[in-house]
């Protein structure tokens, strides 16, 4: 069957409503995305237009394997992890790579040396590269300089390549840019970042996702997002197929200024219309009211559906931003390359522990020291990282060549898209929700199809389409076009 219409209710009930009764009893957890009895607006939000397609979206609760893994995350490694790397001095780019104690070169074949103890364990399936380019003269870089990344990739076991990422940078700064000598302790900017990078490659090592997974860490970010600009371009001349790319970037303290705290949530920042579209696609997302649709954004709400829950006991604010302002990370480098870059980094930051001079000035204590990071915090933060790198390893690729149909007028949507050859997929489907919403509030399965029309006008509503595989993992949504939009 290479179509399924979804034209009335009794086409969806009663088969499909003892499905998603069956799947409600056994996801307990977390609640329904569209439920928000406290916020008029976003229930009047989700209630219009009034639909009986679909069900309330559901998201998917980890499984036992994902359970075991969670739970092998471990705080004193992580506070081990920022430590050691706080004990090299300074990790500023310019700093000497010639010493074994200090220094950015110390950190790196520090990093380098723990991915290999841990691709150890891996049976062959985690490889460990340090890709290295020397860079010329440029800004804030005054001398040519080796700039290095470290990148530990796990093969996947059936998908190998199709790609995930997750990336901190471990160079660090202080009050001015160039000073490479002063002690610049680099904590939470970006040790905690790395730190992550690190615990989830020691833990998933041993494990066998569908997907490749390159746990990495970059260097040059502080001086100009260099090595994942390079990291980037190196991908994109290999023709990788990279699905999806995190950067944990200031992710170690719950803590901000005002003495404000808000240790259970993490800030998740993704940017809107895709930096390399042409200008025909630009228009014609901005035409279909898409801009808000992004790979980056449906990447964002991926996240957001399968990590914000009591497993991680985190909440993600997604930030439909690029960056902070005027502020960048190395997820900017990857969308720059036409890739899906998203950035994690704590809700209120601390300009006081933020390229800093290490000082005490009017009782005051400055700088990116140890001591502000909240390690319990960046447990979390691993958590989230890891549920969302092992969903989106584990499902089926995303969609490919979605379309709506537009050859003809009507208040049904057609939608139509490649099939996939994935041994693993069971079949897809159809998410929606109204044009103001944040996420996908409502779905509905439709099968092992490559099209469906639904009583749904495309003029009022968000629709979407996700792969469903085997094993009930879900790939993050793609949203049509009268044309494809590159994914």
Request: aromatic share 8%; glycine share 8%.
């Amino acid at each position: 069957m290479k179509g399924v219409s979804l034209l009335c209710s009794c086409v969806i009930a009663p088969a499909l409503a003892q499905i998603f009764d069956t799947l409600q009893v056994v996801r307990d957890l977390p609640d329904a995305v569209a439920v928000n009895a406290g916020n008029y607006v976003s229930c009047a939000n989700a209630a219009w237009p009034p639909s009986d397609v679909g069900f309330e979206l559901i998201p998917q609760a980890p499984d036992d394997d994902l359970k075991a893994a969670l739970a092998e995350i471990d705080t004193s490694r992580i506070e081990a992890i920022i430590s050691k790397l706080v004990s090299f001095g300074t990790r500023h780019t310019l700093s000497t790579q010639n010493s074994t104690t200090h220094g950015i070169g110390a950190a790196r074949d520090w990093i380098a040396a723990e991915m290999r103890k841990y691709a150890e364990a891996s049976e062959g399936q985690m490889t460990v590269t340090v890709p290295s380019y020397i860079q010329s003269v440029a800004n804030r870089i005054s001398f040519p300089v080796k700039i290095s990344n470290i990148v530990a990739t796990l093969k996947g076991s059936t998908d190998p390549d199709r790609v995930y990422i997750v990336s901190g940078h471990y160079d660090s700064r202080v009050t001015d840019i160039m000073d490479y000598t002063s002690d610049a302790p680099g904590a939470n900017d970006d040790a905690s970042g790395v730190a992550v990078s690190l615990e989830l490659a020691r833990i998933m090592a041993t494990r066998r996702p569908k997907a490749s997974i390159a746990f990495v860490a970059v260097a040059g970010e502080e001086q100009g997002l260099y090595g994942a600009a390079n990291l980037a371009q190196r991908y994109r001349n290999a023709s990788v197929n990279i699905e999806g790319m995190i950067t944990n970037d200031i992710i170690g303290s719950s803590r901000g200024e005002h003495n404000i705290s808000d240790p259970y949530t993490i800030r998740l920042f993704a940017q809107g219309p895709p930096l390399t579209e042409s200008t025909a696609l630009a228009a014609s997302r901005l035409s279909i009211g898409g801009e808000n649709d992004s790979p980056a954004r449906q990447l964002a709400r991926f996240m957001a559906e399968v990590a914000s829950n009591n497993a991680t006991g985190m909440n993600i604010a997604v930030i439909y931003r690029l960056d902070r302002f005027l502020r960048g990370g190395d997820h900017s480098a990857f969308l720059q390359q036409g890739y899906a870059g998203i950035r994690y980094s704590e809700p209120n930051e601390n300009f006081d522990h933020q390229h800093q001079d290490v000082r005490v000035e009017n009782g005051i204590q400055y700088g990116d020291l140890a001591e502000f990071v909240d390690y319990e915090y960046v447990t979390r933060v691993a958590k989230v990282n890891l549920v969302g790198l092992w969903s989106i390893a584990n499902a089926p690729g995303k969609v490919k060549n979605l379309t709506v149909t537009t050859t003809t007028l009507g208040n049904d949507s057609e939608l139509k898209w490649l099939a996939s050859d994935s041994e693993d997929l069971e079949g897809y489907e159809l998410v929606w929700r109204a044009t103001t919403a944040p996420m996908w509030s409502h779905s509905v399965l439709i099968g092992n199809v490559s099209s469906v029309t639904v009583p749904l006008s495309k003029d009022n509503v968000i629709l979407g389409i996700r792969s469903v595989g085997k094993n009930g993992y879900k790939s993050p949504a793609v949203y049509p076009g009268p044309s494809p939009f590159p994914e």
